[in-house]
């Protein structure tokens, strides 16, 4: 009671420093102020919640967990609640003075945002009272998917299966804008029900110089204006200088915030285990992490085989085309089946592997593709960016942050490039206050992560056919076809599934995963843990 008590104290002369620091306009200040402020506030627990919750009370108005206020969740709801909502939002995140106040809303109808995965967009204007120029009146918002036929099961992933990733990207605005070490959008309001699983995130919005144009990525641009906005799985198609560039910049990027980590200069272990994503067992207690010498660690054995039976038909004949040639050989097949297997049955065993060392270890973005950035090039062309989309972040394996930050790049650049990625992610780590790290078992690790990467995508494979029908494929001529290239029913899911899939697939065959994995159970399962590698019955359940 005495720590809750002197909490709220610090909360409020913080909250007044606030309010004095947001009359005279000075923004990099009042943002450091509110997060100060925010960290102040005793964690706010998520309790998990079940698809039958999501599904009963999505259609239903609660206050948010974090303000206590009621809050929209689509564009016509914010329309509908309106400038005084908006004003009362903004005061109670501390991003407004309790003297101005928000006094019109428009919804942009001309831009609608198509892009991602995870979650609905749409963008906004507003105006003030007392305009500022550290008040943005161009916003973006993000809410969740509706719960339509098209994006029922998106809604249920992202709200159930991914929770509480929505309120770990409210949290990382709300906790950390002032601590990172690149820009992110400014944060002015965010919460999320824990009943009802809606929640409603908003920022200032990029002001990303090709906004609503066709073609990106063609025209020339000034210093200082952002590319884009970038799409997921088109690098080739819009990225306006070497995808090496853009690449390595992620890389210091990801490099220095997890260095930072490591000095103690973004969060606590407290912040970061009670609103953000730490670890999710003991790095030192194999059990926790479902370690079993006589049992495979992923799922059933029958389970997995018919997932893989139908991710191969997949690939090797309905959607073959996007595919490389060898995918339809019985030796790659073979090939695949196998070491899928095999995965499946160490899955719980690897994942205990990348966790143990905490020198490997550090907070990151859950997957930093080029489309979760925004770049620009000062008058000199030297490159920097911003980053976005900060669902899920969270202390995890650093190669695995790796593999998911390239699982949406162009293969060729990623195979071509890795061993200069990790050397220069490995030196900025340390520059940034982590430790040294050895490069052989970072690599091992990135390449290990490419597995349950594949996973998650061969579970995808029965809604890609919904998206895009067998007789569809049929007159499918390569990966550019707008049927399976587009955003389909407002989302990348499609594209990103076959692209993602397709790299999988190659560092298998190109890269020599398989070998990786056989590398880690005779070095690591047997040599240093002294276990005897798991039988063909487990494994294949034979």
């Known amino acids: 009671a005495d720590k809750v008590a002197a909490a709220d104290r610090e909360r409020q002369k913080l909250r007044k420093q606030l309010a004095d620091v947001l009359l005279k306009g000075s923004p990099h200040e009042a943002t450091e102020l509110r997060c100060r402020m925010e960290l102040a506030r005793a964690p706010i627990t998520w309790t998990p919640i079940s698809p039958e ?8 108005r609660a206050p948010g ?46 831009i609608k945002i198509d892009a991602g995965n995870n979650a609905g967009k749409f963008l906004f204007d507003v105006t003030y009272e007392s305009p500022s120029p550290d008040l943005d009146t161009q916003l973006f918002a993000k809410v969740p998917f509706a719960m339509t ?45 824990n009943e009802t699983s809606n929640f409603i995130l908003i920022t200032a919005r990029i002001p990303y110089a090709e906004m609503g144009e066709e073609v990106v990525g063609k025209r020339k641009l000034a210093p200082g204006e952002v590319e884009g906005p970038y799409d997921k799985c088109k690098d080739a198609l819009q990225l306006r200088g070497p995808p090496e560039d853009y690449y390595m910049l992620l890389m210091v990027t990801a490099a220095r ?34 370690v079993n010498p006589s049992a495979a660690t992923n799922e059933a054995p029958s389970t997995m085989k018919g997932r893989l039976q139908q991710a191969i038909r997949f690939f090797s004949e309905t959607a073959s085309v996007v595919f490389p040639e060898y995918v339809k050989t019985d030796a790659f097949k073979d090939k695949f089946f196998d070491n899928m297997m095999t995965w499946s049955a160490y899955a719980a065993e690897i994942q205990y592997w990348l966790h143990h060392d ?53 293969f060729e650049q990623f195979q071509r490039c890795l061993p200069n990625y990790i050397d220069v992610f490995i030196a900025t780590y340390r520059e940034a206050g982590g430790p040294q790290l050895d490069g052989e078992i970072f690599r091992d690790h990135v390449i290990l992560s490419t597995f349950g990467n594949v996973s998650f995508m061969v579970r995808a494979v029965p809604d890609c056919m919904k998206m895009c029908p067998a007789k569809e494929w049929a007159t499918i001529q390569d990966r550019h076809d707008p049927r399976i290239a587009g955003n389909i029913n407002g989302k990348s899911t499609l594209r990103t599934t076959l692209h993602v899939l397709n790299n999988g697939l190659r560092v298998l065959e190109e890269m020599g995963s398989d070998k990786v994995l056989d590398k880690f159970i005779q070095e690591v399962y047997v040599g240093k843990w002294g276990l005897t590698p798991k039988s063909r019955k487990v494994i294949f359940g034979e």
């Open 358 to 410: 905490l020198d490997y270890v550090s907070l990151g973005h859950n997957n930093l593709n080029a489309d979760n950035a925004y770049f620009w090039r000062d008058e000199h062309g030297k490159l920097d960016c911003g980053v976005i989309d900060w669902g899920g972040f969270g202390e995890g394996p650093l190669g695995h942050k790796m593999w998911w930050t390239f699982n949406c790049a162009d």
């Open 65 to 110: 967990m974090i303000y206590g206020l009621e809050f929209p969740w689509t564009a016509a709801l914010l329309e509908d609640f309106g400038p005084a909502w908006l004003t009362s939002a903004f005061r109670a995140a501390g991003t407004l003075h309790e003297k101005n106040r928000v006094t019109s809303v428009t919804i942009e109808q001309r």
């Open 149 to 193: 036929p098209e994006t029922k099961m998106d809604r249920i992933s992202s709200s159930v299966y991914k929770q509480p990733m929505d309120m770990q990207e409210i949290n990382t605005y709300r906790l950390l804008e002032a601590s990172f070490p690149m820009k992110t959008p400014k944060y002015y309001y965010g919460d999320i029900s």
């Open 53 to 60: 919750m999501v599904l009963g009370n999505h259609e239903r």
């Open 257 to 290: 915030i997890a260095g930072l980590h490591k000095r103690g200069k973004m969060c606590s272990q407290e912040v970061l285990r009670a609103s953000l994503r730490g670890l999710p067992a003991d790095p030192n207690n194999p059990q926790a992490w479902g």
